[in-house]
């Protein structure tokens, strides 16, 4: 795999579950970073990736899938989410499955990011310490909130009953973990408009770390 270009900053957004990565990474992209969002193109490559979707049907069935109107491929993912969050192999398989594939999709979006002149390049990911690349970051934001707080937002969001979602928690690192692993924290138990100001300095930190860095190439 070609190394990510010197020119574009590379910044990782990660959080558990219900943590408000997304939330970030959206204030992020309005204030002028290109966004690529690895849980939406797993999302798609599920559904488009003729691999990845042999791969699917070997694990959980053919019927896993269904065709919707025009022709659209559908993928049940309530049924693979209560399989793999109670089945560690099972994870395990899925995540080798997609995760290479999203791995050369974050390759080709900074090629474009690079091509449109971008200078900094956001990659939102549920899962990115536990794939093991992130030596290609320039920065690995975790976005933090307590435990009880983050079950009741993904209920809220209507991710499942609380029994699942600890089930997700369960197959992620612990918070802890994360933020030891981390370049940035920022802590999202506030309002919105906390959260927005605390990106505000998140991005601030980033346009000057990415132009020490371009000093220094
Ligand atoms: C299991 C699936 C079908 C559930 O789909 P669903 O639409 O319910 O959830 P979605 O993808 O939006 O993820 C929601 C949250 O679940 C958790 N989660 C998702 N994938 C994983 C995983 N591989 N390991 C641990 N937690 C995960 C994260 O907290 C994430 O924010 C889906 O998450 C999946 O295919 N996961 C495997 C691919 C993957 O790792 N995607 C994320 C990073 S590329
Ligand atoms: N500070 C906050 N105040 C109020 N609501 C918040 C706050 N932060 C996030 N939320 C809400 O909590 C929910 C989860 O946030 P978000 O989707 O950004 O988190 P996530 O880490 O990407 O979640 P997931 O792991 O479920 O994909 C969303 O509905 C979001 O609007």
């Known amino acids: 795999m070609m190394p990510v270009r010197n020119s574009l900053f ?15 990474c959206r204030f992020l992209a309005e204030m002028g970073c290109a966004l690529f969002e690895a849980d939406r193109v797993a999302k798609e490559l599920q559904c488009s990736d003729p ?8 694990l959980f069935g053919g019927d896993v899938y269904s065709v919707g109107a025009g022709g659209v491929l559908l ?3 309530r049924r693979i989410a209560c399989e793999v969050f109670s089945d560690s192999e099972k994870l395990l398989a899925l995540n080798r499955l997609v995760h290479p594939k999203v791995y050369e999709a974050f390759h080709v979006a900074a090629d474009r990011a690079v091509r449109q002149g971008n200078a900094v390049l956001v990659k939102e990911a549920a899962i990115l310490f536990e794939t093991g690349k992130t030596a290609e970051l320039d920065l690995v934001v975790v976005v933090a909130a ?43 138990e ?4 906390e959260l927005h100001k605390e990106t505000e300095k998140l991005y601030a930190f980033i346009l000057q770390r990415a132009s020490s860095c371009r000093n220094n190439v």
């Open 10 to 24: 590379l910044v990782g957004v990660t959080g558990g579950i219900g943590s408000g990565k997304s939330t970030v």
């Open 51 to 58: 691999e990845i979707i042999a791969g699917i049907r070997t």
């Open 190 to 193: 506030g309002t919105l408009d």
């Open 75 to 77: 993928l049940d993912r």
């Open 146 to 188: 307590g435990r009880e707080l983050r079950v009741q937002r993904a209920i809220d969001k209507g991710m499942g009953s609380r029994e699942e979602i600890l089930g997700r928690i369960a197959a992620q690192w612990p918070q802890e973990k994360l933020i030891e692993n981390a370049g940035y924290v920022i802590y999202n």
